[in-house]
T-cell receptor, first 114, second 113 residues
Framework: GAGVSQSPSNKVTEKGKDVELRCDPISGHTALYWYRQRLGQGLEFLIYFQGNSAPDKSGLPSDRFSAERTGESVSTLTIQRTQQEDSAVYLC????????????FGSGTRLTVV | AQSVAQPEDQVNVAEGNPLTVKCTYSVSGNPYLFWYVQYPNRGLQFLLKYITGDNLVKGSYGFEAEFNKSQTSFHLKKPSALVSDSALYFCAVRPGSARQLTFGSGTQLTVLP
């Protein structure tokens, strides 16, 4: 596609429920990143995928968070047993193999846990 | 570990005046530096980057940034601000050895008419 597509754009969920967020990167972009942006704060790195290599999960805040990506296609970020502190905008970005090109971000998914 | 500091949470400037949004960084090795802009309810948009070469980098919408190695800074500048430049600006750094960007906390720029 022309840009990075994320769905849903907004998600309201009850505390304790699981949620799944989707990211469809730009075709040909081998690298894919997930970031979290809490209200009024900067971006917090969560996880990075590069082709078929093992993902860099060093930013995942707890074992309730997981992400998958098959090859160079769609990625899903799953949050289990959501907590109120998980409320944030979750941003996905993709880039060509060398990040010298900079990231192309999606519009994000705004997650609200009530 | 790398880090980025944006010392100003908020910058206000009158339309037509020059603007500067400050960024300093800490990284081992040669840094790759980026500026992104975020408009309300939108994702981040790439503005410009410094990888190597000239210290003055020109980017989108008339913005430029100057890489200063001795001061470890990468301030964003524009000679004449527009009201439409009002947005949240993020500085980011990536050391050559890493793959992910580390972002600053952001600076809210408000251009007053």
């Amino acid at each position: 596609g022309a840009g990075v597509s994320q769905s849903p754009s907004n998600k309201v969920t009850e505390k304790g429920k699981d949620v799944e967020l989707r990211c469809d990167p730009i075709s040909g972009h081998t690298a894919l990143y997930w970031y979290r942006q809490r209200l009024g704060q900067g971006l917090e790195f969560l996880i990075y995928f590069q082709g078929n290599s093992a993902p860099d999960k060093s930013g995942l805040p707890s074992d309730r968070f997981s992400a998958e990506r098959t090859g160079e296609s769609v990625s899903t970020l799953t949050i289990q047993r959501t907590q109120q502190e998980d409320s944030a905008v979750y941003l996905c970005a993709s880039t060509r193999e060398t990040a010298n090109y900079g990231y192309t971000f999606g519009s994000g998914t705004r997650l609200t846990v009530v | 570990a790398q880090s980025v500091a944006q010392p100003e949470d908020q910058v206000n400037v009158a339309e037509g005046n020059p603007l500067t949004v400050k960024c300093t960084y800490s990284v081992s090795g040669n840094p790759y530096l980026f500026w992104y802009v975020q408009y309300p309810n939108r994702g981040l948009q790439f503005l410009l980057k410094y990888i190597t070469g000239d210290n003055l980098v020109k980017g989108s919408y008339g913005f430029e940034a100057e890489f200063n190695k001795s001061q470890t800074s990468f301030h964003l500048k524009k000679p004449s601000a527009l009201v439409s430049d009002s947005a949240l600006y993020f500085c980011a750094v990536r050391p050559g050895s890493a793959r992910q960007l580390t972002f600053g906390s952001g600076t809210q720029l408000t251009v007053l008419p």
